[in-house]
């Protein structure tokens, strides 16, 4: 191993066994005397260093007994002060040590001698003046070990030594690691079979602050065996100096799962047992090696394992992308796949943006560029989501084959996910799109035109998809119907009206990756109201257009949506839904419904006995109103009206917003108590407030003398619930 005084050593690692061949060593220093205790000198708070206390070398005593200096080349991520120089000591190391920090040159900065050393463990030494060092340079940490018999692991800088902030190179980069120098203490230079020598460093860095907590953690399930995370990033600093911590790290419960750079705000955990709940934090790391708090708990739970007829990698629920992408150049986008079973692909499925005008067409390629299939063509259109091209004939494959799935975007502007690709892959069995590393690079496009897509940009996923039938099981169709339902008959200008859209599935197996697209006549106005879905999600991504995606409906079960729209004008509106799903509809003529719903003109005196119900609290949209949570109480006649009003809703409340659609605002109301002295206030952030004194026993009728809109009025009593509220008069619409 070594080269000392005029003979030569080779030393071999043998399991734990060090065997040496040559002239035996020179006779070691006589031993002190033993300490009894063995416990590792600890560090102080807010140190760090290469190696943790129950780290232990492979060897604990070398049979070595010449004198040497041992030593470890290592940077630290942030600058901070070396406060001294830690060791591992076995049997017969014995005589004075001492430890020195040194820069990468040679240039002796520090030294100071161990003192009160334990018999065997983890030994420390602390300079009489701690020395500052600067972020991403190289420095030498080493000490004496005049008898020899130092700690060593072979190989042990086979690769990098990470523990952040502070790190120790692999012995092939940057001139060896594992270093030694024979005879009396100077700078080690030599390396042999990138050994570890079990020296270390107790660094203080200058930033103590951690980083905050990662903020929006979102779980996700994108398959059987896989969930999806996204997060705001964990910020270090503040002021000019703020930005990103400089690592991410995600467990799984209590387990460390990855460990990502600060730049990365996403992450994939496969691998997954399916129809399992999992919990996730994510923590932030600075470059000083501080660890922030823990993210919110986040909990999803893996999809169902299940056998799919036809099969795809991703669903509407779980194909949703992250980006549009700006640029409008044409282009080829598609995704590496294979397939564990043989089978055909029917369709190319691809996800659509508002702005991917087309129209598109879709191929099917062998891994070589080969053209195995090219699908019928989409003309353009302007909506969203999951859209199907089909291959007039379907196009066989062979199981554990890779293939490329691509579709051509003429106006470009196509769906992407960057980085999607970069640590993980999609499995759905029999269906698997690999990771860009597995794959040679997956998420693939081909510019200016159509063509075979082999770059693989940014490890992007294009979101282009498959229908595949594998070769054995059941094809059936579905069939699956929309109905339409206004219970009201005719809506009122200015006042929310409840539609419901009903999807069946009257076929014999399951349809799943259903899209509902409802577009919203022009005049209706969903405002703040989110569609409510017995079965999936639904939303308004765009004013003019209500989506749903649902992931499977069963055989003979419905799923109903209900939407809130509000007239801005009187008129005749026609309703149109259509559903589509993955599998061949057995009745394609019953997946759209028309509607037509009349409304009438706005009413500007608001009474509340047609209001359904009494007795009980009242919130949400309710005429042209708004009834804020908590705050309302439709009431059965009561004192002096004879037909139903409204309060506050319990003795604790005094007051209560109204939010009003449309530009309007209050004119006035009547209002009953039998209280004496008791006051009703009407404010509005645009109006002046109005108070005024009520009658008791009698209805008092106000006047606001209010002019242009409110959006909302709040209305408070002096005597809380005891006043009811009717006939409020509103200004006309314009």
Avoid at 400 to 410: D, E, G, M, P, R
Avoid at 517 to 540: E, I, Q
């Amino acid at each position: 191993m070594f080269r000392h005084a005029s003979r030569w050593v080779t030393t071999l690692v043998v399991g734990f066994t060090w065997v040496q061949a040559g002239c035996a060593p020179a006779e070691p220093t006589a031993p002190e005397t033993p300490r009894t205790e063995e416990a590792a000198r600890p560090l102080l708070p807010g140190e760090r260093s290469l190696f943790d206390a129950s780290s232990v070398p492979a060897v604990e005593a070398a049979d070595d007994g010449a004198a040497v200096e041992l030593g470890v080349r290592f940077r630290s991520d942030a600058p901070g002060r070396v406060m001294g120089v830690r060791f591992y000591k076995g049997t017969g190391n014995t005589g004075t040590h001492t430890g020195s920090l040194w820069s990468a040159s040679g240039a002796l900065l520090a030294t100071a001698t161990f003192q009160d050393e334990t018999a065997s463990g983890w030994q420390e030494v602390r300079f009489a003046t701690p020395v500052a060092i600067a972020a991403d340079t190289n420095y030498v940490v080493s000490y004496h070990a005049p008898a020899g018999h130092y700690a060593a692991t072979n190989n042990g800088f086979a690769s990098a030594l990470d523990a952040p902030p502070l790190h120790a190179p692999a012995s092939g980069t940057g001139g060896g690691n594992g270093l030694y120098h024979y005879g009396t203490s100077g700078f080690p230079t030599d390396s042999y079979q990138a050994s570890n020598y079990w020296v270390d460093v107790a660094f203080q860095p200058n930033d103590t602050t951690p980083p905050r907590a990662p903020t929006n953690v979102v779980a996700t399930p994108s398959s059987s065996t896989a969930i999806d995370l996204t997060w705001y990033a964990s910020v270090d600093g503040s002021g000019e100096m703020q930005g990103n911590a400089r690592a991410h790290l995600v467990y799984r419960g209590s387990q460390l799962v990855a460990e990502l750079p600060g730049t990365t705000t996403r992450y994939r955990d496969t691998g997954l047992t399916p129809s399992t709940t999992y919990q996730y934090t994510v923590r932030g790391r600075d470059a000083a090696g501080n660890l922030g708090p823990a993210s919110a708990t986040v909990t999803a739970t893996t999809l169902a394992s299940s056998v799919c007829n036809p099969c795809s990698l991703w669903n509407v629920v779980t194909g949703d992308p992250q980006y549009e992408n700006a640029d409008s150049t044409p282009t080829e986008v598609g995704l590496k796949f294979h397939s564990d079973v043989a089978g055909t692909v029917t369709k190319v499925r691809y996800y659509k943006g508002s702005t991917d005008t087309g129209p598109h067409v879709g191929h099917l390629w062998s891994a070589t560029g080969a053209l195995l299939g090219t699908t019928v063509e989409a003309p353009g259109e302007g909506s969203f989501g999951w859209r199907e091209l089909t291959f007039p004939t379907p196009v066989s494959l062979a199981a554990n084959t890779t293939y490329v799935v691509s579709y051509f975007a003429t106006m470009g502007r196509y769906a992407i996910t960057p980085y999607y690709f970069s640590s993980a892959g999609v499995d759905v069995p029999p269906l698997h799109a690999p990771s860009t590393v597995a794959a040679g690079g997956n998420g693939v496009r081909h510019l200016n035109g159509s063509g075979f897509p082999s770059e693989a940009w940014l490890n992007t996923n294009f979101w282009v998809d498959v229908v595949f039938v594998p070769a054995t099981g059941d094809a059936s169709p579905v069939d699956v119907s929309v109905q339409h339902s206004f219970p009201a008959g005719t809506g009122v200008r200015g006042e929310g009206l409840d539609y419901d859209i009903t999807l069946t599935n009257h076929g014999t197996r399951a349809a799943t990756n259903l899209t509902l697209d409802v577009p919203v006549p022009a005049g209706l106005a969903p405002f703040a109201f989110t569609p409510k879905a017995s079965v999936g999600t639904c939303g308004y991504r765009t004013n003019d257009n209500m989506h749903c995606d649902i992931t499977s409906l069963p055989a003979g079960q419905s799923a109903v949506v209900r939407m809130t729209l509000v007239p801005s004008l009187s008129g005749t509106f026609q309703f149109q839904a259509t559903v589509t799903a993955s599998e061949t509809d057995d009745v394609p003529g019953n997946n759209t419904s028309t509607l037509t719903i009349p409304v009438g003109p706005a009413s500007n005196l608001v009474t509340f006995d047609t209001f359904d119900g009494a007795d009980e609290p009242i919130t949400g949209i309710h005429g042209p109103f708004y009834f804020v949570f908590n705050k309302w109480y439709l009431a059965s006649p009561w004192g002096g009206f004879t037909t139903k009003s409204i309060s506050f809703n319990g003795g604790g409340v005094n007051k209560g917003e109204l939010s009003i659609y449309g530009e309007r605002t209050v004119v006035g109301l009547d209002a009953f108590t039998w209280d004496t002295g008791a006051t009703l206030t009407l404010s509005c952030f645009n109006q002046p407030t109005r108070t005024f004194t009520l009658t008791p026993g009698e209805v008092t009728h106000v006047v606001t003398n209010w002019q242009g809109t409110c959006s909302s009025v709040t209305l408070a009593t002096s005597n809380g619930w005891d006043t009811n509220f009717d006939n409020i008069e509103l200004s006309p619409l314009p």
